[in-house]
């Protein structure tokens, strides 16, 4: 064959989302790494429980973090299996469903639609910006666009569902609301930016005609789904099967954390990343420097809140990696085929994180 007529190589991607194919050629090193540490030190904590001597004999350390790790699993082993759940069901909605669900853009309606739909999608902080460029593609506003990726990364319903057990109902949707309120508000400031000619229209935009309504597509999805134990039992496996990207960066993050626990004296810890104005800008910086895939930050944040006392870190945590993020930085720009519009981005979201973090670590 030749050069010519062979298939042009695809755009790197974060390892965070590797293509099945792509992942499968070869052993997946930090998903087996993570899992073995988690297993092995909730096992060696579930032995030494109840046995004084037994973990006095033992390095602070290990201690620390296998407790550490057996407290964290016992919260949410239910928070996982509905993840599988919940995964193997989005498996099944089309695609097309979701991106015919987002409206008209340029409207405060279509707005409020794409960050719904980024909400709902089960989808890590690198892979959604494959379906985001394809929404572009397709004619979605840039403030559509904007909207859908700051509201996607870890509010996928089987993150959102993990981040109750670690943090309780109430502070997760607060998180999950506040979240929303700043695609919205990023994405109508954008569209705003478009129509004073600030910043550069989507070239594909096209007048949407009037689709059919999403509820009848819904009801005729749900009859036509089979429910016998055989489909039942195949939706658990593709959930387990698909949710190996959860699994291997939450791992990594309860490594992490626990890590963090073992070697940073909580008083430490409390001084650098405290509901104060340095903590938070610490947090800030953290985040942009750390590359951790958006269910590896689910356990790192919930100890911002449940150790350092600091809600509006961990807020800041899960959003400013989305925010200031130079794999997605540098994806939006070669969509766009703009800078500005990249650089934009964290110039627009970074001030609305940090205010409302600000304003989470005053409560």
Not at 226 to 252: E, H, N, Q, T
Request: proline share 6%; charged share 15%; with cysteine.
């Amino acid at each position: 064959m030749s050069d010519c007529c062979k298939p042009k190589p695809s755009k790197p991607v974060s390892p965070c989302c590797e293509p099945e194919q792509a992942a499968s050629s070869r052993p997946d090193f930090l998903l087996w790494i993570s899992a073995s540490i988690v297993v092995l030190s909730y096992l060696a904590y579930l032995f030494m429980d109840g046995q004084p001597e037994l973990l006095a004999q033992q390095p602070p350390w290990l201690v620390t973090m296998s407790s550490g790790i057996y407290e964290l699993i016992n919260k949410m082993w239910w928070g996982l299996v509905m993840a599988v759940v919940f995964v193997g069901l989005l498996e099944r909605i089309p695609r097309d469903l979701v991106i015919s669900a987002l409206g008209q853009g340029g409207t405060v309606k279509g707005i409020v639609r794409a960050t719904a739909a980024g909400v709902l999608l089960d989808l890590c902080s690198h892979g959604i910006l494959m379906v985001g460029t394809k929404l572009y593609e397709r004619g979605a506003s840039l403030g559509q666009l904007m909207a859908f990726l700051i509201a996607s990364p870890w509010n996928s319903l089987s993150l959102t569902i993990i981040l109750i057990t670690l943090i309780g109902l109430g502070w997760t949707l607060a998180f999950v609301a506040l979240s929303m309120l700043v695609g919205i508000v990023t994405g109508l400031i954008f569209d705003r930016l478009v129509v004073a000619e600030k910043l550069p229209a989507n070239p594909n935009t096209v007048l949407q005609e009037s689709s059919s309504p999403i509820a009848p597509q819904i009801k005729t999805l749900i009859k036509r789904a089979d429910y016998s134990p055989k489909a039942i039992a195949l939706l658990l496996w593709d959930g387990l099967r698909d949710s190996r990207m959860v699994f291997r960066w939450l791992f990594f993050g309860i490594v992490l954390a626990t890590m963090i626990r073992a070697f940073v004296p909580l008083d430490t810890y409390q001084t650098l990343f405290g509901p104060t104005v340095a903590g938070l800008f610490l947090t800030l910086l953290a985040a942009t420097v750390i590359e951790v895939c958006s269910e590896g930050s689910a356990p790192i944040a919930a100890d911002l809140l449940s150790r350092a006392a600091a809600p509006g870190n961990g807020f800041t945590f899960l959003m400013a990696g989305v925010a200031t993020d130079y794999t997605e930085v540098m994806v939006i720009k070669d969509t766009t085929k703009s800078w500005k519009i990249a650089l934009f981005l964290p110039l627009l979201t970074v001030p609305q994180v940090l205010l409302i973090g600000w304003l989470l670590n005053q409560i």
